[in-house]
T-cell receptor, first 115, second 111 residues
């Protein structure tokens, strides 16, 4: 299957700092990428949908100024958690939809711990 | 009523058993149906993808979609300990890119 890579897989940052997570589609082009958040023993919660070259569409209740999403190319989207707080600690997962396709593949996820 | 209902389990079976996982949904506009496997602390892995009603088989896995009953299933034959994971159903409407997930069923296959 197609490969979606996330980096870093784990990150610890201090409260008040910003952290960037990258999501790359390694062997296909993805016009649309998605960012999810998952709490322990819970399902995935969609945060935002990003389309290459345009602004991301955020789900209700997700602060766009706090979770900055950039989708600068067909193979890369980034999520920046700004002014992170301990309650932002979570598992963040990206996914990518194959260009002109219906299949969606997920990255391995990134564990964020804010101390 | 949630859009997608999935029994969270946990489900525990002996090695070699046939496993049946199910989801029900309420939105008749869903057309694309997927099953993902998620190991602990990892991202979901696409297992099966089905469009509209019908069956699809891939190795030990069979996915079934019954749109008239708004019910989808995943069967795992000859289950292995390595199948122990959380299984998530997901679906989306034809004109939408947004996936709606079930809560996931935690499966343990005991050797």
């Amino acid at each position: 299957g197609a490969v979606v890579s996330q980096h870093p897989s784990r990150v610890i940052c201090k409260s008040g700092t910003s952290v960037k997570i990258e999501c790359r589609s390694l062997d296909f082009q993805a016009t649309t990428m998605f960012w999810y958040r998952q709490f322990p023993k819970q399902s995935l919660m969609l945060m935002a949908t990003s389309n290459e070259g345009s602004k991301a569409t955020y789900e209700q209740g997700v602060e766009k100024d706090k979770f900055l999403i950039n989708h600068a190319s067909l193979t890369l989207s980034t999520l920046t958690v700004t002014s992170a707080h301990p309650e932002d600690s979570s598992f963040y997962i990206c996914s990518a939809r194959v260009e002109r396709g219906n299949t969606i593949y997920f990255g391995e996820g990134s564990w964020l711990t804010v101390v | 009523q949630k859009e997608v209902e999935q029994d969270p389990g946990p489900l525990s079976v002996p090695e070699g058993a046939i496993v049946s996982l199910n989801c029900t949904y309420s939105n008749s506009a869903f057309q694309y149906f997927m099953w993902y496997r998620q190991y602990s602390r990892k991202g979901p892995e696409l297992l099966m993808y089905t469009y509209s009603s019908g069956n699809k088989e891939d190795g030990r896995f069979t996915a079934q979609v019954d749109k008239s009953s708004k019910y989808i299933s995943l069967f795992i034959r000859d289950s292995q300990p390595s199948d122990s994971a959380t299984y998530l159903c997901a679906m989306r409407e034809g004109g939408s890119e947004k996936l709606v997930f079930g809560k996931g069923t935690k499966l343990t296959v005991n050797p």
